[in-house]
C-alpha cells in the first residue's frame, strides 16, 4: 500500500492489501458503528421496552430484553461497535445491572460529540469537556442518593422489583424480588464495619416444569445428583454431613503392579483386606457420627454396600464450587482424609433428601443453621421463560447486593438523568469556553434516557421532556421522573421506583470512557490478517445491526 511519495516512486510503508482510513473519516466511521449499537439496544430499555429474539448460528432462539445478552449476542465485527459491548459486558459485570442504559449513553455521548466535530471543534476539547462533565455527573448522583439499609425490607424490595420489572418474569417479580432480597441477606457478611456481599454463593439451579411462582428459595444447597444406592434411606433428619475431598476407594497403584496369586486362599486374602479397608473407612464415619456423606471424588460399590447397610446417605462425584458452598451453607470442613475426620468438621442440616423433580433426582441439603451459601431453584413453564427468569434473578441479586454494601438508592425512571441534565447545563456555564459545548453535549446525551424510556412507552417524547425540564427547575422535584403507564411526571421514590446509585454511577463512567476512547481514534488500521478493513455501516437499518448468526456487519462488503 501506497502511504506516500517521494517523487514519483511511490514508498511503502504498510503491507499490501492493509486497509486505512484516517481523520474525520475514520471518526465518523468508527462513530456511525457505535451508534448503530446504541440503536440495536435502544427500544428495550425500561419496563415497557420491547423483547429481542436472538438467533444464533446454530439455530437457537433466545427472546430477552438483557440488554448484556443481547450485546453478547451480537456478532459485531466493527471494532468500534465492540468496544460498545464491551461496555456492556463491563456493566454487566461490576454491577449486574443498567447495562442497556449505559450502551445507550455511549451511543449519545458520540452522536452529540459528532455534531461538536461537525463545527470543526476538535476530539480533544470534546474528551476534556466529556471528563468534567462525568466527574460532575457522578457528584450530583451522589448527592442525590438515599440511605438504605440492610434491614430495610420494603426499599430493597423495591430495588429490585424496579431491576427485573422490564423482564420478562413481570407476574412473579413480587416473589422474585423477594427471594433475592432474602437470599443476598442471608450471604451478606460484615467485615470491618463494611458489608460484603458475594451473590456467587448464591447457587442458581433451573429445573423445568410447573411455574415461576414456586421457584424456592433452599436455606442450604441443592446437589443437582442422585443418592449412591438405592438402598440407602431418601430422607435424613438432623443431619450431620461429612464432607470429604478424598476417595472411598482403594488407592490403585500409580504403576503397574503385578500381583501373584497362587491359591483360592489368597485370592480371598486380599479381597477380605480390600473389605476390611472399605470397612474401617465406614467404620471411621460412623464413628465420628456423621449420617450423610458427600464426596467429591468417587466412592467404592463395596464401601456404598457398607454405607446403606449403616443407614448413612451418600453422594458422590460432587463438583468442588458445590463442595466450597456446602460447608458455607452447613458449617462444616471440607476434608481431605477420611483420618482426619472428627465430629466438630461435620456440616449440620435439619433435612438432607432426595427428591424428584420431572425425570430428575436431585439431593436437597434443608433449613441449615444460618447458612453462609444457598440455592435457588427457579420452576416455569418453558426453556425461555426459565433462561430470562435466571437472567432477571442475575439483575435483582446484583441490585440488591450494590444497595446493601453501598447503602446509597437513587431514584428511578429518568429522574436523576433529569437532574443530572438541569445541574450540568448550570456547570457548563462555569466551566466556558468551548468545553462548556461539550459539558452541554454532555448534558443532552444523558436526557436521552428519560427520552428512551417515554418513547419505549408509546409516549410523546416532546411534551415529557418539556415538563420534565420545567419539573427539575426547582430543587424539590429532583426525584421527578416518568410515570411510564400515565406519562404524567412523579415522584419516582414515591412511586417506589428507585435503583443502587452504584449502578448508575458505572453507567456514566463507563459510558464517558468508551465514548472518548472511540473519539480519541483518528487512524483506524487494519491488517490484512485482520480480515478486512471494517466496512461503513451506512444504510443499515438501526436495529438490525447484526444479530449473533445472521450475517452481521461483517457481512458488509468493504468499501
Ligand atoms: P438496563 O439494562 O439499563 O437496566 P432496563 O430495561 O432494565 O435497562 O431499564 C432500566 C430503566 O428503566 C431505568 O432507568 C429505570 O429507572 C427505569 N424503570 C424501571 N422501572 C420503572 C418504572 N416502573 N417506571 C419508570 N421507570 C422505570
Ligand atoms: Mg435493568
Known amino acids: 500500500m501506497s502511504v506516500g511519495s517521494s517523487g514519483t516512486v511511490p514508498v511503502l510503508v504498510l503491507k499490501e492489501g492493509t486497509g486505512r482510513t484516517t481523520g474525520r473519516e475514520a471518526q465518523r466511521n468508527n462513530i456511525m458503528a457505535a451508534k448503530i449499537v446504541a440503536e440495536t439496544v435502544k427500544t428495550t430499555l425500561g419496563p415497557r421496552g420491547m423483547d429481542k429474539m436472538l438467533v444464533s448460528s446454530i439455530g437457537d432462539v433466545a427472546i430477552t430484553n438483557d440488554g448484556a445478552t443481547i450485546m453478547k449476542e451480537l456478532d459485531v465485527q466493527h471494532p468500534a461497535a465492540k468496544m460498545l459491548v464491551e461496555v456492556a459486558k463491563a456493566q454487566d459485570n461490576e454491577v449486574g445491572d443498567g447495562t442497556t442504559t449505559a450502551v445507550v449513553l455511549a451511543g449519545e455521548l458520540l452522536a452529540k460529540a459528532e455534531s461538536l466535530l461537525e463545527r470543526n471543534i476538535h476530539p480533544t476539547v470534546i474528551i476534556d469537556g466529556y471528563k468534567k462533565a462525568s466527574e460532575k455527573a457522578q457528584d450530583v448522583l451522589d448527592s442525590l442518593a438515599i440511605p438504605v439499609t440492610m434491614n430495610d425490607d420494603r426499599r430493597l424490595m423495591e430495588v429490585a422489583i424496579t431491576s427485573m420489572g422490564s423482564k420478562g418474569i413481570t407476574v412473579a417479580k413480587e416473589h422474585f424480588a423477594k427471594l433475592a432480597v432474602e437470599a443476598v441477606r442471608q450471604v451478606a457478611e460484615e467485615k470491618d464495619g463494611k458489608i460484603k456481599a458475594d451473590i456467587d454463593l448464591i447457587k442458581v439451579l433451573k429445573k423445568h416444569g410447573k411455574s415461576l411462582e414456586e421457584t424456592e428459595l433452599v436455606k442450604g444447597m441443592v446437589i443437582d445428583k442422585e443418592i449412591a444406592s438405592p438402598q440407602m434411606p431418601k430422607i435424613i433428619d438432623g443431619a450431620k454431613i461429612a464432607l470429604l475431598n478424598a476417595k472411598l476407594e482403594i488407592k490403585k497403584t500409580e504403576f503397574d503392579a503385578k500381583i501373584n496369586i497362587e491359591s483360592p486362599e489368597q485370592m480371598k486374602l486380599f479381597l477380605d483386606e480390600e473389605e476390611r479397608m472399605l470397612r474401617e473407612m465406614v467404620d471411621k464415619i460412623i464413628e465420628v457420627g456423621a449420617n450423610v456423606v458427600l464426596c467429591e471424588k468417587g466412592i467404592d460399590d463395596v464401601a456404598v454396600h457398607f454405607l446403606a447397610k449403616r443407614g448413612i446417605m451418600a ?32 456440616g449440620k442440616a435439619k433435612r438432607v433428601e432426595e427428591v424428584k423433580i420431572g425425570d430428575d433426582k436431585l439431593v436437597y441439603v434443608r433449613e441449615c443453621k444460618n447458612p453462609k451459601a444457598v440455592t435457588v431453584v427457579i420452576r416455569g413453564g418453558t426453556d425461555h421463560v426459565i433462561d430470562e427468569a435466571e437472567r432477571s434473578l442475575h439483575d435483582g441479586l446484583s441490585v440488591v447486593r450494590n444497595a446493601i454494601e453501598d447503602g446509597k438508592i437513587v431514584a428511578g425512571g429518568g429522574a436523576p438523568e433529569a437532574e443530572v441534565a438541569a445541574q450540568l447545563r448550570d456547570y457548563a456555564v462555569m466551566v466556558g469556553g468551548r468545553e462548556q459545548l461539550a459539558v452541554e453535549a454532555f448534558a443532552d446525551a444523558v436526557e436521552a434516557i428519560p427520552l428512551t424510556l417515554a418513547e419505549n412507552s408509546g409516549l410523546d417524547p416532546i411534551d415529557i421532556m418539556v415538563a420534565l425540564r420545567s419539573k427539575h427547575e426547582k430543587a424539590e422535584n429532583k426525584h421527578q421522573g416518568i410515570e411510564v403507564f400515565s406519562g404524567e411526571i412523579k415522584d419516582m ?57 445472521m450475517g452481521g456487519m461483517g457481512g458488509m462488503p468493504p468499501y
Open 493 to 549: 421514590l414515591e412511586l417506589k421506583v428507585v435503583e443502587p446509585l452504584r449502578v448508575k454511577l458505572q453507567v456514566v463512567k463507563s459510558a464517558t470512557e468508551a465514548a472518548n476512547m472511540i473519539l480519541k481514534i483518528d487512524d483506524l488500521i487494519a491488517s490484512k490478517g485482520g480480515g478486512k478493513m471494517p466496512p461503513m455501516p451506512q444504510g443499515m437499518p438501526p436495529g438490525a445491526g447484526g444479530m449473533g448468526g
Open 315 to 346: 453422594v458422590k462425584s460432587l463438583s468442588s464450587s458445590d463442595m466450597e458452598k456446602l460447608a458455607r451453607a452447613t458449617g462444616g470442613k471440607v476434608m481431605a482424609s477420611i483420618k482426619d475426620l472428627t465430629a466438630d468438621v461435620l
